[in-house]
């Protein structure tokens, strides 16, 4: 075994004093607090749609919009959770099995909303767009937020860890979509969603494994 | 790996309350600590690991050498379950020392230090073990390539050996008329007129025996190159 004194001694004179991270749970309300505002600032670049929250069929639309809400929030919370050594995902599965379940129960209530929706022709030119450039100009500060935020902690597993928060934010920024989508979901809409919600995990996770590794 | 506590300035000739390693050696620095033993203090307990680095976060060199000296075996013991070149594996817990120094604000003091630690030695590992496959893949190790492309002069005269001993060879099969004809006309450069005066045959004589010469080293796999 090699010498590694000369290592620790050096360590040890470069030891300053320092802030212990807070707990995950604090960190994601902080995130919440921060990067929805954000979020809904950031879609103000394009001219925004406010639905009547009392025309029939918004019920699905309300239960949209707090279970992504809630999803986002929890798997902010799971990847803020993870990213710190020791506490790997698989330590996490009740975490996990929440986050997916919950998820399930999202595309169910989707899928309700389709089905209770009059279809648009699905050729139409352009559908889902607007959607689609909501979402991502909502999750674009959120994926810096998220960053900076696992910027702090480090990840031993960046992609992974990445994977999840971005899957937070693709949520939270279906969430804020909600409050400014009329209650009807179409086909093309909703895979323009889908569309949306990889391509800012693709991007989080893209983006962020140089600032995140450890 | 042991820290010393120096209880006596004439045993070991460093103030009171100074590390010092066991070949006597003081580190670089040293940060007295009012809380002295009179008792020798050996390697801490992995009990008291969670509390000393709970003071190394509060920036406590002194408890931060300690743990870290510590820790060090435990290291290198988690790391050699993964790998088993101990060159590599000298590497992967320096990496981890690193990992630790820049991560260590996210140890919580209420769970356990081993879990932690744990975590970034199999992810150094991991990471040592994939980078090594890498460069295993794309890197061929040929001896003789690396000294061509450090020292191309370098292997010319092996070269010019080799070509010696290749062509002693080739003039070996040889009957002597033969031999004699090569070497002047061939390795001499002399002109036929040439070897042939200097021979004492005519000039076709010469040419049939460098034609025969030559048919002779083809038939033991040797091409003629001029």
Known sequence: MADHRMLIDSLSQSLAPIRRTRPPVMRTLCWVALA???????????????????????????????????????????????????????????????????????????????????????????????????????????IVMVILALRQTRALHPRRTLLVAGVGVAFAAAGLLGFCHPGTLHVADFCMHLAAGATIVGLTTLIGRRFVAA | MELAWCADIAEHGAPLGTFIWPDGNVPVSTQSDSALRPDRQTTPDPSEWPALMERSQAGDQHAYRQLLGALVP?????????????????????????????????????????????????????????????????????????AMELDPDGARPMEQLANRHEVERLLDVLPTRQRQAVEMVKLQQMSVDHAAQASHLSVPAIKALLHRALARMRQHGIGDHG
């Open chain 1, 36 to 142: 929805l505002p954000s979020g809904f600032l950031a879609t103000k670049l394009i001219p925004t749609f406010y639905p009547d929250w009392t025309a029939p069929g918004m019920g699905w639309a309300i239960a949209q919009v707090g279970l992504a809400l809630v999803l986002g929030m929890a798997a902010v919370m799971l990847a803020f959770d993870t990213s710190i050594p020791g506490r790997p995902l698989r330590a996490r599965s009740g975490a996990v099995l929440f986050v997916a379940g919950l998820a399930l129960v999202w595309l169910a209530v989707c899928a309700g909303n389709m089905l209770a929706s009059p279809q648009l022709d699905f050729n139409r030119l352009g559908a889902g767009v607007y959607c689609y450039t909501f979402m991502m100009l909502a999750g674009a500060p959120m």
């Open chain 2, 74 to 146: 435990a290291i290198h013991n988690l790391v050699r379950r993964r790998v088993f070149d101990d060159a590599l594996a000298d590497d992967v817990v320096q990496e981890t020392l690193l990992t630790m120094h820049r991560v260590r604000h996210t140890y919580d003091p209420a769970r356990p230090l081993l879990p932690w630690i744990a975590a970034i030695a199999a992810a150094r590992a991991i990471d040592a073990l994939r980078r090594q496959g890498r460069i295993q893949r794309r890197e061929v190790w040929n001896e003789a390539t690396l």
